[in-house]
């Protein structure tokens, strides 16, 4: 299907072949193995797969229940309305919040700090008794007065909600408004789970006032506008801060006011598969309210913290702030899985716009379980951020990494290509900028599952698993083989450069008079500086390392599984060969002066933005910053010195004996480069572009911040340089420790003072900035306490 604008047109298929950048790869789904089927599959059913709000609850199912949580905050809008608290904000509207703990099956404990009260949500699954498929769940939102003076109690509204995105009618409570006579708010039937109940209930003495209003269309994305429309027209007429009390005829959406004190607790249980027996309704009630539900949780919390020690083996000395950090990392993490299903759009490719929202396809419906980067920010798949997420996972539950890693796999199309942000879903449109909603299927994305394979297997070689936990993940790489083979075949054509074993990320715009360096938003490395002027020319160090990771976690699987009916695109043996040449390395990228590897490309220094007038299409003047190249590019190597400078090290090409090897470490530990107190710049201070804008608006990104993943692999880097036979073990142990150190203190002092983790961090005072609970790759700190690093 094409869509113009926002119109749009079904081409019959007597009149249309389906494009094939929007034809599935034709192959069986991983998604559909049968370690994932079963068991597994209903034990993960329900959860809190909704990252993007503060607290949500759905299960892996396209038509799903929702259900979740808003609050008045404390200020009021522009428009002298209650701002409702319910999508995640990455602002200083709450002192904090995130997961303390979660175990990524059934059970999560989270923490939200409004200016003076607490809100404590605690999530837990139930099998017993449940007929239902997933079973019962219950949300506890615990109410603490962290005022002045705990004394004095305040008023709390909160409205929690269920909805059905099928359109189900819903049951209203019959005594809703009096929660003393029942506890039903509301009930419903569904093909899924069978006739279902939720009921709320009350664990202290505080006065406790429900009110309701519902809806005909569960419009999530805006519920918190209606609601807050809803209250104003009550509080118009009455002076009451509360709901209507109405309903629309055959309403899919309640939502549920309940006001009350701080010092409170607030059970709300989801029972299904109910078959008529009252009394055992009953029962399962009470057993996921009050006091036994205070036992579950209790249980589950012991539990948490059985499995993280025996998981990350964190050494006694770690001090309680430091392992407070740790279990917010796995904790927000594995809180911020979530299950999205929705159509990709896939920008025409005949279309010349990269960022137009003119035209597009659409990718077939497609349902993607994955974690995400930030809840504020990011709530959404992201390609090369998958891979550093599941280093983490995989060591918690590696089924889990087994089945979202398949499921970003099963978003191949015929030619191999995945796009690299997934954006599925109103929910998840509604938090990203349209200006990069539309995938290009010319763009990559660093393949960085294959990192987590190529752990895995070598987890295997290492006996981590036993002999039945061996055969699934074997199973699943047998099985996963012919869409990583095309994926490879997809970068070694499609991303080649001129040269033999050279690559270049496709998709800068080499027409800007914008961009001071044009992005390379394929690398994920965005604004990090390469050739001034993108041609086809340019020879990329940090892909040619990707394609070498790439390349030998192919050949190991194929070690692994062996080569009968496996017909690879690939010679992997001979691939592995030529991108470990290390002299042909140092021909292409080498820097002898310099002593760093470097991109390669039609290259000047003499290129600024410089301010204009110029004159639009409606011919008004507008003084604006524009590119302006002063010399001549050339081809040549480009002399920045940052992240990229570091990949054949990261990737462990350089030879333990080799002088080039002393070299890198030198530059590691060099201050007037990258080196700083709080970990490694991702641009050296030498560099032009150091902490320079792209544009008139676009701050540097990758241009001095301290970012969490790429410092892990350089720190793996000097772990592995200080274990084996060499020269210069012992300096790399000594810089190893310095790198280590400094990156646990600043992450737990930044955590101590704002009671977040961040997406990075200041070049130059350690502070945390960008989005706030970016517990993607910067959990990865976990695995920098516990020592845990990828082998190659």
């Not at 047109?9 to 049968?34: G, M, N």
């Not at 927000?332 to 035209?359: C, D, H, R, W």
């Not at 199309?413 to 349209?434: C, F, H, T, Y």
Request: negative net charge; aromatic residues 12%; proline residues 4%.
């Amino acid at each position: 299907m094409m869509m113009t604008g926002a119109s749009h047109k079904t081409i019959a298929p007597d009149e249309f072949q389906i494009p094939r950048v929007i034809t599935p790869f034709p192959a069986p789904k991983l998604s559909h193995l049968p370690m994932f089927q079963g068991d597994h599959k209903e034990s993960l059913y329900w959860g809190t797969y909704r990252p993007q709000v503060y607290f949500g609850v759905r299960a892996r199912t396209p038509q799903s229940l929702v259900a979740g949580l808003m609050w008045l905050g404390d200020e009021k809008d522009d428009d002298g309305k209650h701002v409702i608290r319910h999508f995640c904000e990455n602002s200083e509207d709450l002192k904090s919040f995130g997961w303390r703990e979660h175990n990524g099956v059934d059970f999560g404990r989270q923490e939200l700090f409004e200016q003076d009260i607490i809100l404590e949500t605690s999530f837990v699954k139930s099998k017993e008794g449940s007929l239902g498929y997933g079973g019962d769940w219950s949300a506890r939102i615990n109410l603490i007065n962290k005022g002045l003076n705990d004394e004095v109690q305040r008023t709390v509204h909160l409205f929690f909600y269920i909805a059905d995105e099928g359109g189900n009618i819903l049951n209203l409570g019959k005594d809703v408004l009096d929660p003393k006579e029942s506890s039903l708010l509301a009930s419903g039937s569904r093909a899924d789970v069978g006739s279902w109940q939720m009921h709320l209930t009350s664990q202290s003495q505080a006065h406790l006032e429900t009110h309701y209003c519902g809806f005909k269309n569960p419009d999530i994305v805006n519920l918190s506008d209606a609601v807050q429309k809803n209250l104003a027209i009550h509080e118009n007429k009455s002076a009451r801060l509360q709901l209507s009390d109405t309903s629309e005829d055959s309403s899919s959406i309640y939502v549920f006011q309940i006001s009350t004190t701080t010092q409170s607790t607030i059970d709300i249980a989801f029972v299904s598969g109910i078959r008529g027996d009252t009394s055992d309704v009953e029962h399962r009630i009470r057993s996921l309210t009050g006091l036994p539900l205070s036992s579950l949780l209790e249980e589950k919390h012991i539990a948490f913290d059985a499995k993280f020690k025996e998981c990350f083996h964190l050494s006694e000395k770690l001090d309680s702030e430091t392992l407070m950090v740790g279990k917010a990392a796995i904790g927000n993490m594995l809180g911020g899985i979530g299950y999205f299903y929705g159509q990709s759009k896939i920008q025409v490719p005949t279309s010349t716009q990269a960022k137009s929202q003119e035209e597009f396809l659409l990718y077939w419906p497609a349902e993607l379980y994955t974690a995400v980067p930030s809840r504020p920010n990011f709530p959404r798949g992201f390609l090369w951020d998958e891979g550093f997420h599941q280093l983490l996972v995989w060591r918690w539950d590696f089924r889990i990494t087994l089945e979202i890693v398949g499921n970003w796999l099963d978003l191949m199309n015929i030619d191999g290509w995945i796009p690299r942000e997934q954006v599925l879903g109103d929910e998840a449109l509604s938090k990203m900028p349209k200006g990069y909603v539309v995938q290009i299927p010319s763009n990559g994305n660093p393949p960085t599952l294959l990192l987590v394979i190529h752990d895995l297997i070598n987890g295997i070689r290492a006996e981590k698993f036993n002999k039945e936990e061996r055969d699934e993940i074997l199973s699943f790489l047998d099985l996963a083989f012919v869409r990583l083979d095309a994926w490879f075949q997809w970068f070694n054509t499609s991303q080649k450069g001129k040269e033999m074993g050279s690559y270049f990320w496709h998709g800068r715009d080499s027409l800007t008079n914008r961009q001071l360096n044009p992005q390379s938003l394929s690398s994920g490395l965005d604004d990090y500086p390469r050739a001034s002027h993108p041609t086809e020319d340019e020879r990329h160090v940090d892909l040619r390392c990707w394609m070498y990771l790439a390349a030998d976690c192919m050949n190991s699987i194929i070690e692994f599984l062996g080569e009968k009916d496996r017909p690879a695109t690939v010679d992997y043996r001979s691939t592995v060969k030529l991108l470990a040449d290390f002299n042909l390395l140092n021909q292409m990228h080498y820097d002898h002066d310099l002593g760093a590897y470097l991109d390669f490309g039609n290259h000047t220094e003499d290129v600024r933005l410089v301010w204009k007038e110029v004159t639009g299409e409606d011919g008004r003047v507008s003084r604006e910053l524009v590119r302006e190249t002063f010399g001549k590019p050339e081809l040549r190597l480009v002399p920045h010195i940052g992240y990229v400078s570091f990949f054949p090290f990261m990737f462990r090409i350089i030879p333990p004996a080799s002088s080039i090897l002393e070299k890198q470490l030198d530059l590691i530990s060099s201050r007037s480069t990258v080196w700083s107190d709080y970990g490694l710049l991702s641009l050296g201070k030498t560099s032009s572009l150091y902490m320079k804008y792209n544009t008139e608006h676009e701050a540097p990104y990758w241009r001095g911040p301290i970012w969490m993943n790429m410092n892990y692999m350089i720190l793996s880097s000097l772990h592995h340089y200080s274990i084996v036979d060499g020269p210069y073990m012992a300096k790399a142990r000594s810089i190893y420790e310095q790198l280590r150190s400094n990156l646990i203190r600043n992450v737990v002092r930044n955590y101590d003072q704002t009671g977040y983790i961040w997406e990075h961090y200041d070049q130059t005072k350690g502070t945390g900035e960008g989005a706030r609970v970016f517990t993607g790759w910067s959990a990865l700190i976990l695995l920098i306490m516990s020592e845990e690093y990828p082998l190659f």
